[in-house]
């Protein structure tokens, strides 16, 4: 967050959205979950985006992959000039795996980062941390999410150690 950009100049912008599943309701829904993730772009967004026009509180909620594809998209054509990519930051992703949530929801995030529907219009990353729960992602060997993931496990690395990582 430490640039921004304007909906007037043309650029290319990656904005980090950080999310804390912690902040979900015990009892969330993935509905919860993708309007959760909605509601956090476009706050993101508003705050690296000068002119970025979209509320947060004009969004109506997400009960489907479908409805957080539509919005996302809408997001991304706000952003004027701006080639948008959004990287999710996913903070303590056990609140969404194992029994909480159905497996299929697994293979809804797999449709937004490889499906046609979406994927082919936005450029969306999704960063997963926080939990020895990730495991679950690819336990499965017909998992869609673990044969096309990268995956690395970092431990206790440096500040330096971990910007090297991240330009390789």
Do not use: W
């Not at 797999?110 to 990353?125: N, V």
């Not at 998992?143 to 990268?150: N, V």
């Amino acid at each position: 967050l430490q640039r921004s950009v304007s909906v007037e100049k043309l650029d290319t912008f990656t904005c980090p959205v950080f999310i804390d599943l912690t902040r979900l309701p015990v009892e969330a829904t993935p509905g919860d979950f993708f309007t959760h993730l909605v509601l956090r772009t476009i706050e993101s967004c508003k705050a690296t985006i000068d002119g970025f026009p979209i509320n947060p509180l004009e969004e109506n909620r997400c009960v489907t992959v479908e409805d957080f594809s539509s919005r996302i998209l809408s997001i991304t054509g706000s952003a004027g000039n701006v080639d948008l990519t959004i990287l999710f930051l996913i903070d303590e992703s056990e609140r969404v795996l194992g029994e909480r949530f159905p497996r299929g929801f697994q293979d809804n995030l797999f449709a937004i980062l490889y499906g046609s529907e979406l994927a082919a219009q936005a450029k969306i990353g999704m960063v997963f941390a926080g939990a020895q729960q990730l495991f679950v992602f690819s336990e499965d060997d017909t998992s869609p999410i673990g044969s096309r993931a990268a995956y690395h496990y970092i431990q206790n690395f440096s500040k330096d150690d971990v910007g090297v990582l991240v330009k390789n």
